[in-house]
């Protein structure tokens, strides 16, 4: 990975649609856009602890989760500021049940947002990392037809046109990508603009670093403990036991992972029988980071096999989810396909 400051995120969107000869400008309008959102999140997330903006709001989420003020803020921001665009059909937000439709009274077109607003909102009041996470699908029935279908939100992962998230931390970072390299922009606030701080990042092959929430060791099964347990096995040759790193923000972990190298899990587990695919989303969280993570050479599994290549049966569909690098997300789908022995 190289490091070079001085780009704009708009720059570097503009030097891609120009290497498309189709590209007509709808997807850089789309994508600045959700910059211009971003932008707005993260000067309410810096600003948290200032205003009395703070606390839940006693309402849960269609995933029965305690909804925080700023989730529903940054919802309201997106889907606001998403809706004029002219570019969409449609919307999928991990906080609204439904599919989102656009207003009669903008205009539409072919591509279709779907995305986490604010994930790792349990984690606002203490000050740690959250993200904004994002894919964008092209609809595939024919304008024609009229309405965009089901069928045109519930594409497999490995049709996304673009993916990735925002992180706002010790700095606001932007990290996308439309199948060509996979880049990080950091917000100069004083600026106001995304500068490119991360050229073509790729992930470690093995890393050093397993991040999982062991506290539920209990609700594993036994492929899922042999798993955790490699990790945490010495071995010299793949340095191991690796270093364990849970923030509980899957932004925030995926984002050191992606830098640094190691693994990211959030298995199935029967802590809650309403949810015993795990907690994750197939398509707000784990379909962008799995492109994200793919075209950085690292590899994003259920267990079974590519996230990326899920039929997805449902806009809130839940998933298992192992990803990170490449060598490290293999031996754990390796584990728990059952292709190796659980004592291997
Ligand atoms: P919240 O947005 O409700 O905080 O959930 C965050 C999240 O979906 C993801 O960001 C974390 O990786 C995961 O949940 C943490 O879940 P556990 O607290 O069950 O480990």
Same mark, same amino acid.
């Given at each position: 990975?190289?490091?070079? *400051?001085?780009?704009?995120?708009?720059?570097?969107? $503009?030097?891609? @649609?120009? +290497?498309?000869?189709?590209?007509?400008?709808?997807?850089?309008?789309?994508?600045?856009?959700?910059?211009?959102?971003?932008?707005?999140? =993260?000067?309410?997330?810096?600003?948290?602890?200032?205003?009395?903006?703070?606390?839940?709001?006693?309402?849960?989420?269609? @995933?029965?989760?305690?909804?925080?003020?700023?989730?529903?803020? #940054?919802?309201?921001?997106?889907?606001?500021?998403?809706?004029?665009?002219?570019? $969409?059909?449609?919307?999928?937000? +991990?906080?609204?049940?439904?599919?989102?439709?656009?207003?009669? @009274?903008?205009?539409?077109?072919?591509?279709?947002?779907?995305?986490?607003?604010?994930?790792?909102?349990?984690?606002?009041?203490?000050? *740690?990392?959250?993200?904004?996470?994002?894919?964008?699908?092209?609809? /595939? #029935?024919?304008?024609?037809?009229?309405?965009? $279908?089901? =069928?045109?939100?519930?594409?497999? %992962?490995?049709?996304?046109?673009?993916?990735?998230?925002?992180?706002?931390?010790?700095?606001?970072?932007?990290?996308? /990508?439309?199948?060509?390299?996979?880049?990080?922009?950091?917000?100069?606030?004083?600026?106001?603009?995304?500068?490119?701080?991360?050229?073509?990042?790729?992930?470690?092959?093995?890393?050093?670093?397993? =991040?999982?929430?062991? %506290?539920?060791?209990?609700?594993?099964?036994?492929?899922?403990?042999?798993?955790?347990?490699?990790?945490? /096995?010495?071995?010299? +040759?793949? #340095?191991?036991?690796?270093?364990?790193?849970?923030?509980?923000?899957?932004?925030?972990?995926?984002?050191?992972?992606?830098?640094?190298?190691?693994?990211?899990?959030?298995?199935?587990? #029967?802590?809650?029988?309403?949810?015993?695919?795990?907690?994750?989303?197939?398509? *707000? +969280?784990?379909?962008?980071?799995?492109?994200?993570?793919?075209?950085?050479?690292?590899?994003?599994?259920?267990? @079974?096999?590519?996230?990326?290549?899920?039929?997805?049966?449902?806009?809130?569909?839940?998933?298992?989810?192992?990803?990170?690098?490449?060598? !490290?997300?293999?031996?754990?789908?390796?584990?728990?396909? %059952?292709?190796?022995?659980? !004592?291997?």
């Amino acid at each position: 990975m190289t490091k070079r *400051v001085g780009i704009t995120i708009t720059e570097h969107i $503009l030097t891609e @649609q120009r +290497e498309n000869p189709e590209a007509t400008g709808a997807f850089t309008h789309l994508l600045h856009e959700l910059i211009v959102a971003a932008k707005v999140i =993260s000067r309410e997330v810096n600003k948290a602890g200032l205003v009395d903006i703070l606390g839940a709001t006693g309402d849960v989420n269609i @995933q029965e989760e305690q909804v925080q003020k700023l989730d529903m803020f #940054s919802n309201r921001v997106i889907i606001e500021r998403m809706q004029h665009v002219g570019q $969409l059909c449609c919307m999928g937000s +991990e906080e609204v049940a439904d599919l989102i439709d656009i207003p009669s @009274q903008y205009p539409k077109g072919n591509y279709i947002l779907l995305f986490d607003p604010l994930d790792g909102s349990s984690n606002i009041d203490v000050n *740690v990392s959250i993200g904004t996470i994002f894919g964008i699908y092209k609809r /595939t #029935s024919d304008w024609a037809d009229g309405d965009y $279908l089901l =069928s045109d939100v519930l594409q497999p %992962g490995i049709k996304q046109v673009a993916a990735g998230y925002f992180i706002y931390g010790s700095s606001t970072i932007m990290v996308y /990508t439309t199948g060509n390299g996979v880049h990080g922009f950091t917000l100069y606030p004083s600026v106001g603009e995304f500068l490119l701080s991360h050229k073509n990042i790729r992930i470690p092959e093995r890393g050093k670093i397993y =991040s999982v929430n062991e %506290g539920y060791s209990e609700y594993w099964d036994d492929k899922t403990k042999a798993v955790v347990n490699y990790f945490k /096995t010495r071995d010299k +040759e793949t #340095s191991r036991p690796y270093s364990a790193r849970y923030v509980g923000s899957l932004v925030a972990d995926f984002h050191r992972n992606l830098l640094k190298g190691g693994i990211f899990m959030y298995p199935a587990d #029967s802590k809650d029988p309403k949810k015993p695919t795990g907690k994750l989303r197939l398509m *707000v +969280e784990a379909n962008p980071l799995a492109m994200v993570v793919e075209h950085a050479g690292g590899y994003a599994s259920d267990g @079974q096999g590519p996230v990326l290549e899920i039929e997805p049966q449902e806009l809130h569909q839940r998933i298992p989810l192992y990803i990170g690098s490449k060598k !490290d997300v293999e031996i754990a789908e390796a584990f728990i396909s %059952g292709k190796r022995p659980v !004592d291997g």
